[in-house]
């Protein structure tokens, strides 16, 4: 399809690494969902963010998360105008179409919460009054592994929101020295030019809706699902949620593939990065434990039969 192969070039010629996760980012951008990029500083998170959001012709913040940012930093505050009399609603930085939190787990658990709401209902409530956002809308979240000093973890709610957590890895040692030639997070970046509206956006986004998930992989979504709650070594496993998001991220990416209706491995591709946040192992009470959950889940796609 022209307009997402537009977008891509165009995220490519300045995040120069893993090309899957760009295909990643794009499938969280049409199925309607927010992305958890987690990796060690300095292989390109926040240049990919930053690319998605100069790529498309749409509001943009950047949040950075501190220990001291307030939930009221990022929803916004309800003042009293004495010249007027009345209380104006001053809305905080999540009123735009894509939303940067960098270093999302840097900041504390009550302002963590605060982005619940609006990832979940495209709405925020202050004051007791509800307030829309705009639409499309998307969470692109960052953070450092939990080992890293100055973290908190992300609750399991929260962690829930998210269609994906990915990992990006280091480049290749082509893709860095083309990387330390071009410096393109210093140059490409600042010039990057949108390549697709938020009409186009939108349509894509319709496009996934009307794509058809035949029966046998409805049951197959099920059936990974019950494996992993029946599971010996997960406390948790995957929730309704979790099977739903599992079925958009297949929709998305069988119209990143130009296909009209999904296929076996439009699921089997988004397992992991679907499903591995929202399982909890026995043998460590986190989701934060992602080596372990991602080799429990990896073993249970590999034993549930997929549909020929």
Known sequence: MQSIDRLRENITSVYMGNTAAVDRVIVCLLARGHLLIEDVPGVGKTVLANALAKSIECSFTRIQCTPDLLPSDIL???IYEQHTGNFQFKPGPIFHNIILADEVNRTTPRTQSALLEAMSETSVSIDGQSHDLPQPFMVVATQNPY?????????????????????????????????????PARTTLRTLEPVMTLEEVSDLQKKVDDVRIDDALVDYIIALAAATRENDDLQVGISTRGGLALSEAARATAVLQDRDYCV??????????VCS??????????????????RIVQQVLETVPSPA
């Open 76 to 78: 916004g505050v309800t």
């Open 147 to 183: 080992e890293f000093e100055g973290t908190y973890f992300l609750p399991e709610n929260q962690l829930d929101r998210f269609l994906m957590r990915i990992n990006l890895g280091y480049p290749s040692p082509d893709d860095e020295s083309r990387i330390i030639h071009k410096q």
């Open 264 to 273: 076996p491995e439009d699921i089997v591709s988004n397992f992991l990065q």
């Open 277 to 294: 946040h929202r399982v909890i192992s026995k043998t460590y009470m986190h989701a934060g434990d992602t080596a372990t959950t991602r």
